[in-house]
C-alpha cells in the first residue's frame, strides 16, 4: 500500500488549501483513512479521521469547524480541506490508512504512512 500526499504550501493567515492523498496498492474501500500533523519539535498530533464509507468522520479540538475532511473511494483519495488557517496549523500534514473498523486517532492504530507534505502558515 502506498500513500502519496500533496497540496501542501505556503498560505497566509484566513486562506483555505486542500491536501490530497492517493492511496494505491490494495482497494482503498477497506481501510479507515487519517490525517495527522507534525510541527517542529512537537510530537505528532491527530488532525481528522474517515471510516472506510466516509460517512462518519472526526476532529480534533483544534481543527473542528475549520477542518473537513473527505473520500472519493471510485478515485482512490482522500482530502483534507483546511480553512481559516492560522499559523499554528504550520506543520508536516501525513496521511494514514488503518484496517481497522470504526474512527481511529492514534498514530500506533495505523498500518500504512504517506511522505508528508508541509503546511506552513504565515501570520
Known amino acids: 500500500v502506498q500513500l502519496q500526499a500533496s497540496g501542501g504550501g505556503l498560505v497566509q493567515a484566513g486562506d483555505p488549501l486542500r491536501l490530497s492523498c492517493a492511496v494505491s496498492?490494495?482497494?482503498?474501500?477497506?481501510?479507515?483513512m487519517g490525517w495527522f500533523r507534525q510541527a517542529p519539535g512537537k510530537e505528532r498530533e491527530f488532525v481528522a479521521a474517515i471510516t472506510r464509507g466516509g460517512f462518519s468522520t472526526y476532529y480534533s479540538d483544534s481543527v473542528k469547524g475549520r477542518f473537513t475532511v473527505s473520500r472519493d473511494n471510485a478515485k482512490n483519495t482522500v482530502y483534507l480541506q483546511m480553512n481559516s488557517l492560522k499559523p499554528e496549523d504550520t506543520a508536516v500534514y501525513y496521511c494514514?490508512?488503518?484496517?481497522?473498523?470504526?474512527?481511529?486517532?492514534?498514530?500506533?492504530?495505523?498500518?500504512?504512512w504517506g511522505h508528508g507534505t508541509q503546511v506552513t502558515v504565515s501570520s
Open positions: 494514514a490508512a488503518n484496517e481497522r473498523i470504526g474512527l481511529r486517532r492514534a498514530p500506533h492504530e495505523y498500518d500504512y
Open positions: 496498492g490494495r482497494t482503498f474501500s477497506t481501510y479507515g
